[in-house]
Structure formats: structure tokens, C-alpha cells
């Protein structure tokens, strides 16, 4: 953020004011990070940066992330919430399952392995809910001639 340094945080975007943020708190070098959230608002490089900074770190971070495929490449255990309830925990590889993804998100899905890194990899059919039922279909738009 060095190239910003003379902008005021107002004037950021909202990936420049969350990388802003997040090398404030790396900066005061904590025993313990909890983060929630903190790719919101980051472009896919940065995520990815970002993603990396907290593998290599070795102090202890709490992390909330919604994105179960980076959950997955960055955290040693997983605690899965539905319904305010912890309902898996344990390594990535254990607790993504796909049972676990229909009961808990209610997608159908496979979990692989990652080609490039083996981390598991969720797969999800954006066609079919995973009760079976049919998916609601968009009706098809009439083209203006």
C-alpha cells in the first residue's frame, strides 16, 4: 500500500481500505489474528496473497470465511456453523464432505482434489438443489428485433 500512501483512507476502495486494515493488525504482530472475513472485497490476486500471508504464518488465526474452497487451502481445522451450532469440526479433508455440504448448504457437490495444490476442492452443481428437486428455471428471454 506504499504507492497510497498519500491518499486518505476515505479516498480508498474497498479492497485498498481492507488491505489497509489487514497490514494494520499484521503489523502489531499478535500472538492471536481473528479476522473475520478478510478477502471481502479483494480481487482474486489479492485473496490469493492474502490466502498465502495467513498459511505462512505461524501464529495462531481464527479466521470466518464463507468461501469453503479457501477455507480449505488455509486452515489447519474447520469448525462448520449451521443454525448457531457447531455441527463438523476437525481438518479440511474430514469435515468437507458431501453430505456435509447438502445437509448443512443444501448443494449438491463433490469434494476432489485440488490439481494444483491437493487441498480439497469443493465442486458444486449450480443445476440442482440437493433435495433432487427441479431448480427453479429462468424463463428463456425473447429477443427484441
Do not use: Y
Not at 479483494?42 to 495467513?54: F, G, N, P, S, Y
Not at 495462531?60 to 469448525?79: E, I, K, M, W, Y
Not at 443444501?106 to 452443481?125: C, E, K, N
Request: overall charge neutral; proline content about 7%.
Amino acid at each position: 500500500m506504499d504507492t497510497h500512501a498519500e491518499r486518505r483512507f476515505t479516498a480508498l476502495s474497498g479492497g485498498e481500505r481492507q488491505r489497509v486494515l489487514l497490514a494494520r493488525a499484521f503489523a502489531q504482530e499478535p500472538d492471536v489474528l481473528v479476522l473475520d472475513e478478510p478477502a471481502n472485497h479483494l480481487d482474486i490476486r489479492h485473496q490469493v496473497e492474502l490466502l498465502a500471508l495467513l498459511r505462512g504464518r505461524r501464529r495462531t488465526t481464527l479466521v470466518s470465511l464463507h468461501d469453503l474452497n479457501a477455507a480449505a487451502s488455509v486452515c489447519d481445522r474447520l469448525h462448520v456453523l449451521h443454525a448457531g451450532s457447531v455441527v463438523a469440526s476437525g481438518p479440511p479433508r474430514e469435515v468437507l464432505t458431501p453430505a456435509l455440504m447438502a445437509e448443512v448448504f443444501g448443494v449438491r457437490a463433490v469434494v476432489v482434489d485440488h490439481p494444483l495444490t491437493g487441498d480439497p476442492l469443493i465442486a458444486v452443481d449450480h443445476r440442482a438443489p440437493a433435495d433432487g428437486t427441479e431448480p427453479d428455471r429462468p424463463r428463456a428471454a425473447r429477443s427484441r428485433r
